[in-house]
């Protein structure tokens, strides 16, 4: 007697998750969903959204922390479809996700570097591919463990259009800078101890002397995630909401 009502209500769900959604305070409507593509001889999944409207779009590849392709990472990527953009947030740890710091650690560990980033470099070579997408308009941006992915995404990959890292390690080495083509904007935390400030001025100065183009700003009071909410003790709302248009801007003066 149930299953028939069952069936109905699953429709229902599947239908609402199909129609395209419209995010609070912006007018733009965007629809989800969930695609595979191909890494090597692997296959990826990733979460795309884009905005419900003609034509062809700017793109980002959304870099999740070390936590893995949760909620906030997905609601990252609706943001910039709101924004105009096709955003594809790329699941790097197949389908696994954590919700201790210490899964998370394991995970990220776990993580082979070289798998990453041809993970994410085939990540362009798809997004440049849909008909909805603007090829020569790709950005990358992470958080934590993704930023750090965003800007070897830009150390290895020439067709990226801009870089965007929040609080994630940095590169050192001359030849990986000289390599940096993409503009890079970054943000982060005066009070992060794993990302300290020191570190971020010698990367920012190091790329100035080198003729790249950066844009950091370190928040005072902020240590490490402080954009995301479910950083219960190292959330910090007004910073957040600031780097949050700063990525909005400069996309929209790289991309647009």
Not at 102 to 112: F, K, N, T
Not at 158 to 170: H, M, Q
Request: proline share 7%; with cysteine.
């Amino acid at each position: 007697m149930n299953r028939p009502r069952g069936l109905a209500l699953s429709a229902l769900f599947l239908l609402a998750c199909a129609l395209p959604a419209v995010l609070p305070g912006n007018s733009v409507p965007v629809k989800t969903d969930s695609v595979q593509y191909a890494s090597g001889t692997e296959t990826v999944t990733a979460y795309l959204a884009s905005p419900d409207s003609p034509g062809k779009h700017p793109a980002v590849i959304v870099i999740h922390e070390w936590w893995g392709l949760n909620d906030w990472a997905k609601e990252q990527a609706r943001k910039f479809a709101a924004e105009g953009y096709v955003a594809l947030a790329v699941d790097l740890y197949r389908g696994k996700q954590a919700t201790t710091p210490e899964v998370a650690h394991e995970l990220s560990r776990g993580l082979p570097p070289d798998r990453a980033l041809r993970d994410l470099q085939a990540a362009v070579s798809y997004l440049a591919a849909l008909p909805s997408v603007q090829p020569e308009r790709i950005a990358s941006a992470g958080w934590c463990m993704g930023g750090g992915y965003s800007i070897q995404l830009a150390v290895h990959e020439p067709r990226l259009a801009a870089c965007i890292v929040n609080y994630g390690p940095l590169p050192t080495e001359a030849a990986n800078l000289a390599a940096i083509k993409a503009p890079v904007l970054g943000n982060f935390g005066a009070d992060d101890r794993g990302i300290p400030p020191d570190a971020v001025r010698a990367f920012d100065a190091a790329m100035k002397a080198a003729g790249k183009s950066t844009d950091i700003k370190i928040y005072d009071g902020a240590g490490h995630a402080f954009e995301n909410p479910n950083n219960k003790d190292g959330y910090r709302a007004a910073a957040a909401e600031d780097a949050w248009q700063r990525m909005v801007a400069f996309l929209r003066a790289r991309l647009r």
